[in-house]
């Protein structure tokens, strides 16, 4: 069983650079890819970036494409979501995820879920 632990959200101003963190258990980098998703209250939750763990495809959401950055320390076992010049449309749970194989955008693709971390972006 797979665990992922999200950390790094918190309540920040519009304009800032937030960095979050999934830290999964186990020996995955070569067969993993890590989603991160997101939830805004009320809404569907949706899709922000993606990375392989073998060959380090990445794959970002266009709605965040530029302000987002995704990458990942195996050493770690840690995969990182930076994103700056927030917004306070940014606000949401977000989420990272895993599955094996390549990257996908869809969150039925990923069985593996941690909690969420509360991310709010403040005008």
């Known amino acids: 069983q797979v665990q992922l632990v999200e950390s790094g959200g918190g309540l920040v101003q519009a304009g800032e650079t937030l960095r979050l963190s999934c830290i999964h258990s186990?020996?995955?980098?070569?067969?993993?890819?890590v989603g991160w998703f997101r939830q805004p209250p009320g809404k569907e939750r949706e899709f922000v970036a993606a990375v392989s763990g073998s060959r380090g495809i990445k794959e970002i959401a266009d709605s965040v494409k530029g302000r987002v950055t995704v990458s990942s320390d195996h050493s770690k076992s840690t995969v990182f979501l930076q994103m700056s010049s927030l917004k306070p449309e940014d606000t949401a749970v977000y989420f990272c995820?895993?599955?094996?194989?390549?990257?996908?955008?869809?969150?039925?693709?990923?069985?593996?879920w941690g909690q969420g971390t509360q991310v709010t972006v403040s005008s």
């Open positions: 995820a895993m599955r094996e194989g390549g990257v996908r955008n869809r969150p039925s693709d990923y069985p593996d």
């Open positions: 186990g020996n995955y980098a070569i067969r993993y890819a």
